[in-house]
């Protein structure tokens, strides 16, 4: 499946690289031996050299890296992650986040180069950057903090995730 580069994004193909440059910052990515990726007239195509496991398994990891690459960097990737809990907050302090969330001391969550935070809310986070991968990690750094608990459901989750609740104890 070819990949449309939109303008505005710059793609420069070496034999072992693929480096796609554009307004939200600078990729690279590695390319295994036995794949081919071209650009021809504005479109990328990944290529398999034979039809072997390693080689179709390759084909399909390389075509997702090079099209999220072209993503991240015209468009990027935010993860939203909301807080649940009375007394549980975010504050942006700099470029890093200073995590309230019931501990005897605020947790302060440093920003990576290219990624950035938004809180619009002092229960909402937003972790904003060009390369999926760091994005999805930092986020679940955040989360990993505290993660929710199923019998009240307080902690840090994604935005539209599902907490499984528990029954507490019943009395006799």
Partial sequence: MPIAVPAGVEVKIEP???KVKGPKGELS???APGIKVSLDDGVITVAK???SKLHRA???LTRTLVSNMVVGV???FSKTLEIVGVGY???K???DVELAIGYSHPVLI???DGIEFEIPAPTKIIVKGANKQVVGEIAANIRSVRKPEPYKGKGIKYEGEYIRRKVGKTAK
């Fill in 93 to 95: 302090k700099e470029n």
């Fill in 29 to 31: 990515e590695k390319i």
């Fill in 58 to 60: 390759l084909h399909g």
């Fill in 74 to 76: 015209s468009e990027g």
């Fill in 49 to 51: 050299q034979s039809d």
């Fill in 110 to 112: 440093k920003a990576v």
């Fill in 16 to 18: 072992t690289e693929v």
């Fill in 89 to 91: 907050r975010a504050t």
